[in-house]
């Protein structure tokens, strides 16, 4: 019985133990920054064939083309899968699953074209005697369903922040706007645009990630936007509802009851902790074993 009312007295110690968790000796670093340069520096060289920013002529697109895709591998594919791993050990689901989608779509890609031009290399001909290519129509099916994977996360995002939302919106019109653009060149050119203004915003996120990170330490230097209707903003930014971590930690465990700014820094003085001399003992005692 004793023991029972010492358990119900030590929950609410518990639960802000158990909710400081990830907060300590965190296992990995914030890895939303790294992820987000890479999506956002990869997605803006590809658009500028695009918008025909670098050149018009074939010579220029297919140059460019080919910074692209050592770009897609390496910069946009595989950092991305290595930001979604480190989301793995933050438990965060949606970092997870857009860095490693994203970072394989980008490798994939990549490693088609690259195939593509070995083929071409080789003189590989169908049965017509044309040059082998990438079927036009499966690549508007993959860029489409791309736009509806995307989809799913933009709504995601209503329980993050605008700026998040934002981008996930961007990016969404951007991949149906590249299969619409297959058969159209006027609509592949506003593609292209969407894509800048992604790149644009992957950017900003990475930056105010750092920001808010490092020189905030913890605090939000730079708001992103929180949504009225979301019931877990101290866990904003790039990171899910219901699992604290990222540019958020230090201001968490400062704000603790057992951090410097709370009401105890001590567990045996709290409020919420209230044991006679004895119990406590006892409790501890029990603790211990």
């Known amino acids: 019985?004793?023991?029972?009312?010492?358990?119900?007295?030590?929950?609410?110690?518990?639960?802000?133990?158990?909710?400081?968790?990830?907060?300590?000796?965190?296992?990995?670093?914030?890895?939303?920054?790294?992820?987000?340069?890479?999506?956002?520096?990869?997605?803006?060289?590809?658009?500028?064939?695009?918008?025909?920013?670098?050149?018009?002529?074939?010579?220029?697109?297919?140059?460019?083309?080919?910074?692209?895709?050592?770009?897609?591998?390496?910069?946009?594919?595989?950092?991305q899968v290595i930001a979604g791993l480190g989301e793995v050990k933050r438990n965060n689901l949606f970092g997870y699953t857009a860095f490693l989608s994203y970072g394989g779509f980008w490798m994939s890609l990549g490693t088609s074209e690259i195939l593509l031009k070995f083929y071409t290399l080789m003189g590989e001909e169908d049965y017509y005697g044309v040059a082998v290519g990438i079927n036009p129509k499966g690549l508007q099916a993959m860029l489409s369903i791309m736009g509806m994977f995307t989809f799913v996360l933009w709504i995601c995002t209503f329980k993050q922040n605008k700026a998040l939302c934002l981008l996930f919106f961007s990016l969404m019109m951007t991949f149906f706007l590249l299969a619409a653009g297959i058969d159209d060149y006027k609509t592949d050119k506003i593609a292209g645009w969407f894509g800048i203004v992604t790149s644009a915003l992957a950017f900003f996120i990475a930056g105010v990630e750092l920001i808010n990170d490092i020189i905030g330490?913890?605090?939000?230097?730079?708001?992103?936007?929180?949504?009225?209707?979301?019931?877990?903003?101290?866990?904003?930014?790039?990171?899910?509802?219901?699992?604290?971590?990222?540019?958020?930690?230090?201001?968490?465990?400062?704000?603790?009851?057992?951090?410097?700014?709370?009401?105890?820094?001590?567990?045996?003085?709290?409020?919420?902790?209230?044991?006679?001399?004895?119990?406590?003992?006892?409790?501890?005692?029990?603790?211990?074993?």
Not at 54 to 63: E, F, L, Q
Not at 223 to 248: A, M
Not at 254 to 280: A, C, I, M, V, Y
């Open 1 to 79: 019985m004793q023991s029972d009312i010492l358990a119900a007295e030590a929950n609410p110690v518990a639960r802000e133990i158990k909710a400081l968790g990830p907060h300590i000796h965190s296992p990995v670093p914030n890895p939303a920054p790294l992820g987000l340069f890479a999506f956002g520096l990869t997605t803006a060289l590809l658009q500028m064939k695009h918008t025909e920013l670098t050149g018009w002529t074939r010579r220029d697109k297919v140059g460019l083309e080919n910074l692209v895709w050592g770009f897609a591998l390496f910069y946009g594919g595989l950092l």
């Open 217 to 289: 330490g913890g605090e939000e230097v730079i708001p992103l936007g929180h949504f009225n209707s979301n019931k877990f903003k101290f866990s904003g930014y790039f990171h899910v509802p219901g699992r604290i971590h990222g540019v958020t930690h230090t201001a968490a465990l400062q704000n603790s009851n057992f951090g410097p700014d709370g009401e105890s820094p001590t567990l045996s003085s709290r409020r919420d902790f209230k044991l006679s001399d004895k119990n406590e003992v006892e409790y501890l005692q029990t603790v211990g074993e």
